[in-house]
């Protein structure tokens, strides 16, 4: 079982930065599709971003493309969500995921494996 554990919420004002991270541990493999997704209370789980783990290949919603950078550290196992210019509508707990392949990687059901997140308040 592959265990994901995120870090880096908090509290941020209105164009603010934050970077999440996600730490991989146990059956790790390289071909792992990584992604982040986000949820607020009442709204449906969204897909943010997704990254293969050698980098080569990412995605993003349109919510938070040119304001958010997904990458990854293979050697480390882990998954970074670098958030820039965040907006109040950012505010929601972020979930890193991770899945065996790279096709349709905006859906969750592509993944077997989810943190239990971590929360991101953006002010006003």
């Known amino acids: 079982q592959v265990q994901l554990v995120e870090s880096g919420g908090g509290l941020v004002q209105a164009g603010g930065s934050l970077r999440l991270s996600c730490a991989a541990s146990?059956?790790?493999?390289?071909?792992?599709?990584m992604g982040w997704f986000r949820q607020a209370p009442g709204k449906e789980r969204e897909f943010v971003a997704a990254s293969t783990w050698s980098g080569v290949s990412a995605a993003y919603a349109d919510s938070v493309k040119g304001r958010f950078t997904i990458s990854t550290d293979n050697a480390k196992n882990t998954v970074y969500l670098q958030m820039n210019s965040l907006k109040p509508g950012d505010t929601a707990v972020y979930v890193c995921?991770?899945?065996?392949?790279?096709?349709?990687?905006?859906?969750?059901?592509?993944?077997?494996?989810w943190g239990q997140g971590t929360q991101v308040t953006v002010s006003s």
């Open positions: 995921a991770a899945g065996r392949s790279v096709g349709n990687y905006y859906a969750p059901g592509q993944y077997n494996y």
């Open positions: 146990g059956r790790t493999f390289s071909s792992y599709l």
